[in-house]
């Protein structure tokens, strides 16, 4: 069965800085997606970046970059410029269409500090 | 276009009863699927509906049910609660299936007492 690993359960980043956090996951499939998503005290889960394992260039989206390592399963997202808004519960998911359903890891916390 | 939309917000139930939680997908969108989320277990996936046809079941026993209708719309629902099912039910959708991006709805608490 597929897992998906976050190792840090919170994380702190000031404002302005660069944080990255974790992802590691567990597959025998060769074609599958990774996503981050970010979950907000309203508690909506809100798509922050896609990545498609057969791509090899990494994912990015304004502030938000990947470092997709296939080899490894290894998945981490940068956030550039942290703003308060970016405080959230962001969870790394996976899904593959064999299987056909989403494993999220457990999350990370991330706080932003004036 | 109106986002995925979950009814109702909150609610709470007492052990032994039974709830119906209900999902309305992006237009257009023909999957939907079902997540519980609890401080303890995270995020667990527990059904996927396409076009009418449940397409994956998560481990969840047979207490938990779903169904969705020809206009996409799902509902999903919990017999014969339990203390343990106290949650945030988190539904979302996608247009081919999961493998595309997934839209969330803002979930339904449910507190069983």
């Known amino acids: 069965a597929q897992t998906v690993t976050q190792s840090q359960p919170e994380m702190s980043v000031q404002e302005a800085e660069t944080v990255t956090l974790s992802c590691t996951y567990d597959?025998?499939?060769?074609?599958?997606?990774l996503f981050w998503y970010k979950q907000p005290p309203s508690r909506q889960m809100i798509l922050v970046i896609r990545q498609e394992a057969y791509k090899q260039q990494n994912a990015t989206e304004n502030r938000f970059s990947v470092n997709f390592q296939k080899a490894a399963k290894s998945f981490s997202l940068k956030i550039s410029d942290s703003q308060l808004g970016d405080a959230a519960m962001y969870f790394c998911?996976?899904?593959?269409?064999?299987?056909?359903?989403?494993?999220f890891g457990p999350g990370t916390r991330l706080s932003v500090l004036p | 276009k109106a986002g995925v939309t979950q009814t109702p917000r909150y609610l709470i139930k007492t052990r032994g009863q039974q709830v119906t939680l209900s999902c309305s997908p992006i237009?257009?969108?023909?999957?939907v699927s079902w997540y519980q989320q609890t401080p303890g277990q995270g995020l667990q996936f527990l059904f996927e509906?396409?076009?009418?046809?449940?397409?994956n079941k998560g481990n969840f026993p047979g207490r938990f049910s779903g169904r969705q209708f020809s206009n996409s719309r799902s509902e999903m629902n919990v017999s014969t609660l339990e203390l343990g099912d106290s949650a945030l039910y988190l539904c979302a959708s996608s247009f081919l299936g999961s493998g595309n991006t997934i839209y969330f709805g803002e979930g339904s608490w449910l507190t069983v007492v």
């Open positions: 509906y396409f076009s009418e046809t449940q397409r």
């Open positions: 597959t025998s499939e060769s074609d599958y997606y």
């Open positions: 237009s257009g969108h023909r999957s």
């Open positions: 998911a996976y899904y593959n269409n064999y299987g056909q359903n989403f494993v």
